[in-house]
């Protein structure tokens, strides 16, 4: 089995790559990038939902009546 002078030697070694490794700080930046981007569409949606619903009211009701 291995000794403690070994095992301390692997935690230490885990442990920088760990720290140095980037992959985790990338993916939740495309999770915040993503959230912002959904709060986006969420607000333009209802900023502007009442408008383009009444004017697809409006159009529909220029087809239907003619």
Known sequence: MYGLRTHLRMLKAATARFLC??????????????????????VG?????????GLYVAIDSALTTT
């Open 45 to 53: 949606l209802s900023t502007f939902g009442d408008g383009v619903e």
């Open 21 to 42: 490794d980037e992959s985790g700080p990338t993916a939740t930046e495309y999770a915040v990038m993503l959230a912002v981007i959904v709060v986006a569409a969420i």
